[in-house]
Nanobody, 125 residues
């Protein structure tokens, strides 16, 4: 079945950068979308960014626009989240999620049926 594995998290100073990766196995995409969510302790899960698999349409949370960039490599079945100008408020566990049926621009509330285990991002001030 589908497996999703995140990597790239770590500890970084404010203003620094990290790139997260999520490798998907067990299924070939022809449509659908990949997304990143995050969750800090005591908070609700928050949408970060999403990208459609075929067209590359993107969607970003207002809190990360201009700082984060989501991208993908279809051949490697990998989605990336480039995070620049990191702030302490970005500290959270970041999760990769997948939808295999969507068409067009992805949205935060569409159904994401598969999730990775998460990777910790900690930004110090």
């Amino acid at each position: 079945q589908v497996q999703m594995v995140e990597s790239g998290g770590g500890l970084v100073q404010a203003g620094g950068s990290l790139r997260l990766s999520c490798v998907v196995s067990g299924r070939t995409f022809s449509r659908g979308a990949m997304a990143w969510f995050r969750q800090a302790p005591g908070t609700e899960r928050e949408f970060v960014a999403a990208i459609s698999w075929s067209g590359g349409s993107t969607n970003y949370a207002d809190s990360v626009k201009g700082r984060f960039t989501i991208s993908k490599d279809n051949a490697k079945k990998t989605v990336y989240l480039q995070m620049n100008s990191l702030k302490p408020e970005d500290t959270a566990v970041y999760y990769c999620a997948a939808n295999f049926l969507s068409v067009g621009q992805p949205t935060p509330r569409m159904r994401y049926d598969y999730w990775g285990q998460g990777t910790q991002v900690t930004v110090s001030s």
